[in-house]
């Protein structure tokens, strides 16, 4: 079963006090199993963003202490700052990763807020998926009022917490109230602008936002509101759906921006959000200078962002995947007001394991453990890695050809077969450390105990599973390596001919991966007790082996005719 990963993502009522802020954090990582991924301060808003993760039981855990630590430490009587808020611990999103449902998240979050009203005797309520009821789910309707309200909102019997006490007693009126839910990934992202005007930054916010603006007779800012039948306001839609924002003008930087909550990015993703703010503002002579994103994101999200533009471009888009997050910084400006570590921001990168991989040592750190006294990285390791170099080379020469002048009308055929090399290449670059992985699963087995009959069972059953894998995985190299010629070969005859040489290259490093890797299928494949499945194998092996040669051979000839 896999492992169950939930992330939390508190707000608290604090932005300024660096002391305070990292006395609430730090209890995060007092429990055991929680990974603290971001801290997120803001001055002017006078909050700060805290972001963890963890398996449910210990994000929990985790989210109380940081909760009551809250409680200690802000005094919501005194509290002042651009968001709306209204409480010491505004907010705490509880957020699915991995191996579970929003259903069963949304579980936790009441197992929390029954906690915290209980043993805290915070006031809460429930929000979006945790939401007890329809008029709940909206944050903005469960915070309406903010703190300064609070005491008229709890004493509303429509508006009875979900949890904790229903009156504003002197321990509320320090901690204020909680909202806590289960949501989808939440990207929390501003937009910033030219100008110092909060009026102007909201009016392109209604311009984009789902909820657009308010229906006015005549002046679209002072008018008479239209009513509908029922009394309420009739509201001109925006322009994108799943996007929350206002304006507002940030002291700290001087500017005004528009704060967007983006709540569902497979609807309406972060450089979409962008780009239709750009468009917004121009026409409103307004100038976007860049973007600011609070909190972390996933890693698709910026590779998007980076496909997005560029194709713009008329760009390659088999470029390999630190390029693109550098295109995705630039295009959006998330630099613009201080800089950008993606090491700190992408949430995939902040939840790497700290072992190195041979993948990750330099070319002289990688050859020397080869060289070493060590039976590992051996053959097979080193046939994925020359495999993972020759689709370097044809992808390479895809990418010079979608960027040949005269060849405008063809960057999208080329783009496309560079996508198809960086597929294999970061296949083969997999491959590299799992056979190094399978072969010491084979070292496992034998160093199992063999005392008891149970035992030597156990041990036999280990290492014939662990020698088909390791027979596996080289067999894998070689169908990589074998498919992956089809870019080099496309290259030679189709790409650039100044390249031509670089395309053969790849093609003899993708023979020769092939061929390493089909002896160390081979002679894995003997020591397997299973015939059939040996056999098999082999016999797939050596189908690959031959087509792999008639290949060079074709590609070589061709070559050495146009030389």
Known sequence: ??????????????????????????????????????????????????????????????????????AELIDMSKHSGEHPRFGATDVCPLVPIAGITMEETAKYAHQLGKRIGEELEIPGYFYENAATEEKRKNLASCRSGEYEGLKEKLNNPDWKPDFGPANFNESVKKTGAIAISARDFLIAYNVNLNSTSTRRANAVAFDIREAGRIKREGNSSTGKKVLDKNGEPVRIPGKLKAVKGIGWFI???????????????????????????????????????????????????????????????????GISEAEKIKIAIKSLGLDDLKPFN?????????????????????????????????????????????????????????????????????????????????????????????????????????????????????????????????????????????????????????????????????????????????????????????????????KKATDIYHKTILIEKEIMEYIDSKM
């Open 1 to 70: 079963m896999n492992k169950q990963l939930i992330e939390c993502v508190p707000n608290i009522s604090e932005g300024r006090d660096m002391h305070k802020i990292q006395a609430i954090s730090n209890v995060v990582e007092t429990v055991e199993g929680v990974k603290l991924l971001d801290v997120d301060p803001g001055k002017a808003t006078n909050r700060t963003v805290i972001t963890f993760v963890g398996e449910p039981k210990n994000v929990i855990e985790a989210a109380f202490r940081l909760i009551k630590k809250a």
């Open 342 to 538: 993606p090491n700190e921001k992408i949430i995939e990168y902040l939840l790497k394991e700290d072992s190195k991989k041979l993948v990750d040592l330099t070319v002289t750190e990688f050859a020397e453990e080869t060289a070493g006294e060590s039976m590992a990285p051996g053959g097979g390791s080193i046939s994925a890695y020359v495999g993972a170099l020759g689709v370097s080379l044809g992808t390479m020469v895809a990418n010079l050809s979608a960027h040949k002048p005269g060849w405008d009308d063809k960057w999208e055929y080329f783009s496309d077969w560079a996508v198809k090399g960086q597929n294999y290449k970061n296949q083969l670059l997999f491959l590299v450390d799992e056979d190094t992985n399978a072969f010491n699963k084979i070292i496992e087995g034998f160093r199992m105990p063999k005392k008891t009959e149970e035992e030597k069972l156990a041990r036999k059953n280990a290492i014939e599973t662990a020698t088909k894998y390791a027979t596996e995985i080289p067999f894998q190299v070689m169908e990589t390596s074998y498919n992956s010629m089809e870019v080099m070969k496309e290259m030679v005859y189709n790409g650039l001919q100044n390249s031509l040489s670089d395309a053969g290259v790849g093609i003899l490093c993708a023979k020769t991966a092939v061929t390493g890797a089909y002896f160390n299928v081979r002679i894995n494949a003997k020591d397997i007790k299973d015939r059939d499945f040996a056999e098999n194998i082999i």
């Open 251 to 317: 002291e700290e930087y001087g500017i005004a921006q528009i704060s967007y909550n983006l709540t569902n990015i497979n609807i309406t993703s972060m450089h979409v959000a962008f780009d239709e703010t750009v468009k917004a503002a121009d026409k409103r002579g307004l100038r976007v200078t860049g973007s600011e994103l609070i909190g972390l994101i996933p890693l698709q999200a910026m590779l998007d962002a980076a496909d997005y533009f560029l194709k713009k471009q008329e760009r390659s888009l």
